[in-house]
């Protein structure tokens, strides 16, 4: 293997392409393949089709130096790399809660027959854990070069949002090694990570895959505890965001991922706390995750909490009423719909006969592909804009700058629920809106002017 590898990154999503693009601005020159020929040439027209900060800029430079392009050839792939990371979806099964590993293995079917040489395969895609084993042996049966096509687990923690900065200034860095040359070979491509001293766990295939799966369902646990505990704030008359900030200074328990709302969603948290318990089960440790069957039913309970709610402010039935929806990326700083809170909960209330007009500052091309049933505005002010009752969905900071008094200049009644907890419930009260959110004490007056 020569002294700088060189790398392929397979598979271009946000996972893929951000890696490929840290690496070369890294000077690895890397190849990214995907299967995707309109993406490839669109990639290889400098055009980036996802929305993560920094990251054009990065693919435009490793463009122009030539240290990144794209390609849809396997056999190009195999020819290039010394070491290929596989960076394909790992979605949820459509027949069940598990992880679909098609992705994978038709990424690995295809690069095997062309590796001729000693490399490393390193999956970095999140998989139940067993999988690396497997593949191992589907890679040293199909590669010309057997058992020297090693195969390494280098699960990947990137939030979309922070996602160059999470690669290339990661936590920790954690790989699942069976020999002492893969650890080598990335030692070498983490070399300026391990320089500044972010921390290195070398561990073995089955801990490496489990780290990720674990860690995300540890972040998942932490947002459905406090949005359960919002709903007893709301049975107890207390206020759950002060209670949160109270449990934040715990250092034992910390305040990230302690912000309650609508709860999770995205590409990775609600399938990975799905994939770990359906592969605990098949492990016959089912019994010892059970908890987190709780986990996404409260999660999934808050978007049904929140399509209460709306019923509720707006007099009983939302059928007929305008409703202003506020954001429809499953999180702020991100393009993504998938899995969106926002937009389940827009598209519930559409079903139920609801006009649904959205506003989203990054996601509303891709809301308009998923849901074109529904109307969309290019504001917050647009959206709101003859709006029964207004619904803040996702914790947009421009959502934080809504001045009461002017946004309640265009809707036609000033209702608003603050699904993320965003604004000042006194000011927008003060300002004569009926100010909703769950786990946030409603005036008595407020509650009987609704319900009378
Ligand atoms: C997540 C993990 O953070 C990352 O390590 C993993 O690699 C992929 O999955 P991401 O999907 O980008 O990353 O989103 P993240 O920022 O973790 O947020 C996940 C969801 O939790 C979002 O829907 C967010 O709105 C929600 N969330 C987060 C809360 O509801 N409350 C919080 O306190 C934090």
């Known amino acids: 293997m020569t002294e700088r590898p060189r790398l392929t990154v397979l598979g271009t999503g946000y996972l893929g392409m951000t890696h490929a693009a840290c690496m070369a601005s890294e000077g690895f020159e890397v190849l990214g393949f995907d299967i995707d020929a309109e993406k490839v040439a669109r990639l290889n027209a400098g055009d980036v089709p996802i929305f993560e900060p920094g ?48 992705q994978v293995e038709t990424c690995i079917d295809g690069l095997a027959p062309g590796l001729t ?19 191992a042996e589907r890679v040293a049966a199909r590669a010309p070069a057997g058992g020297a ?42 070399a300026p990570q391990l320089e500044a001293g972010i921390p290195l766990f070398v561990t073995d295939l089955a801990t490496a ?12 646990t932490k947002i459905s505890f406090i949005n359960a505990v919002a709903e007893v704030c709301d049975a107890a008359g207390a206020n759950v ?33 799905r994939a770990f318990l359906a592969r605990a089960a098949e492990l016959g440790a089912g019994d010892a995750l059970a ?35 506020l954001g429809a990326a499953f999180k702020p700083g991100s393009d993504d719909v998938r899995d969106s809170p926002a937009l389940d909960v827009a598209q519930i209330l559409h079903g139920m006969g609801a006009e649904v007009t959205v506003y989203d500052p990054e996601a509303l091309p891709n809301a308009r592909k998923v849901c074109p049933e529904l109307k969309y505005a290019d504001s917050a002010v647009g959206a ?44 927008w009260r003060a300002a004569g809106w009926v100010y909703r959110a769950s786990g946030i004490p409603a005036p008595a007056d407020v509650v009987v002017k609704q319900t009378s």
């Open 149 to 190: 096509a090693e195969l390494a687990w280098n699960p990947e923690f990137l939030r979309e949002g922070h996602g160059v900065r999470d690669t290339l200034s990661p936590d920790r860095l954690v790989i699942g090694v069976t020999s002492a040359r893969a650890e080598a070979v990335l030692r070498t491509v983490y």
């Open 241 to 273: 965001t002060v209670l949160a900030d109270i449990l934040g200074a715990d250092a034992r328990i910390g305040g990230a991922f302690l912000r309650p709302g609508l709860g999770f969603g995205g590409g990775c948290l609600p399938k990975d706390v």
């Open 55 to 102: 990251l054009e800029e990065l693919v435009r430079d490793g463009m122009s130096s030539g240290r990144l392009r794209f390609t849809t050839s396997y056999a190009e792939a195999a020819e290039f790399g010394d070491v290929h990371f596989v960076c394909v979806g790992t979605p949820q099964r459509r027949d069940g809660h598990g992880a679909d590993l098609s």
């Open 291 to 325: 908890f987190l069957r709780e986990v996404d039913a409260i999660n999934l309970g808050r978007r049904t909490g929140m399509v209460n709610l709306a019923c509720e402010v707006a007099g009983g039935s939302i059928s007929g009423k305008a409703v202003g929806v």
């Open 384 to 427: 709101a804009t003859g709006a029964d009752v207004v619904l803040l969905l996702t914790d947009w900071p421009e959502f934080a700058r809504l001045d009461p008094e002017e946004l309640g200049t265009v809707t036609s009644a000033r209702v608003i629920v603050d699904g993320r907890y965003m604004l000042d419930p006194a000011a």
């Open 209 to 220: 895959e489990l780290a990720k799966v674990a860690a995300n369902a540890f972040l998942a």
């Open 117 to 135: 040489r000693p490399c490393l395969i390193v999956g970095k895609s999140t998989v139940p854990a067993g999988t690396a084993a497997a593949l």
